[in-house]
């Protein structure tokens, strides 16, 4: 996530650039020790260049990697299909769903915050081999309608300021600001979804959710940014 983290800082900061379409699928790895190459020619084959599976009753690659293996290993962002100037944003319609920053959902204009947004959301699927936000339609209700409504489940109340900044606000609230076709939410905390549903230490759930959360800020003015996420302890740590 650190190597993330430098790329977007070197795209927002030096190329002036929205990649606008963070998500697995484009994060690269390259593993520079001989060792490793070996290690995944022997373990993985790829099926049609998209989908990986694993060769043989003993290919859980994870327990046979070592720390050298995984220090060895660099990140390369790719795909700029879908990228855009920050000062030019091309369209409104960016990023894949589950990755999807709150201000694109709502229509509003963006920048540089809708990375890290999705790479809070990436941090979060690397460790826990889970999507944080996995919106689905229902017989009533849209997969945007799912998303926002997960969205104030794990962050809360969204601020009136932020929704009705956006002219078409009506298309998801009502006029105090409740979800129009979603009324029961289940409130649920990032610690509490990692100690409880994955199995993490309360101190490790508390130290990730301390990384995640300044992430996904819901004013992207008040967002981490890139710089600032790679300056934070856990990522020190």
Not at 41 to 57: F, I, P, S, W, Y
Not at 212 to 223: K, Q, S
């Amino acid at each position: 996530i650190a190597q993330v983290l430098a790329g977007l800082h070197f795209l927002h900061k030096g190329c002036r650039i929205i990649h606008a379409d963070i998500k697995p699928e484009n994060i690269l790895l390259y593993g520079c020790s001989k060792r490793l190459q070996r290690l995944l020619m022997d373990t993985l084959h790829c099926n049609q260049g998209t989908e990986v599976r694993l060769k043989g009753a003993g290919g859980d690659l994870g327990k046979q990697l070592e720390e050298s293996d995984l220090m060895s290993i660099e990140v390369k962002i790719a795909d700029l299909g879908s990228a855009c100037w920050t000062y030019k944003p091309f369209s409104k319609e960016i990023q894949t769903q589950p990755y999807r920053a709150l201000e694109v959902l709502l229509g509003l204009d963006y920048g540089t915050p809708v990375d890290i947004w999705s790479t809070a959301c990436l941090a979060f699927e690397m460790a826990t081999g889970e999507c944080l936000f996995d919106p689905q339609p229902g017989k009533h209700f849209s997969r945007d309608d799912d998303h926002v409504a997960r969205i104030i489940e794990l962050l809360g109340r969204i601020p009136p300021q932020i929704i009705f900044s956006w002219n078409k606000s009506t298309k998801f609230f009502s006029r105090p600001g409740a979800l129009l076709r979603l009324s029961r939410l289940s409130p649920r905390s990032l610690p509490g979804i990692l100690a409880d549903g994955h199995g993490w230490t309360p101190r490790d759930a508390a130290a990730f959710a301390a990384f995640l959360l300044p992430a996904l800020h819901y004013a992207p003015e008040r967002r981490a940014s890139a710089a600032q996420s790679l300056r934070h302890a856990w990522i020190a740590a």
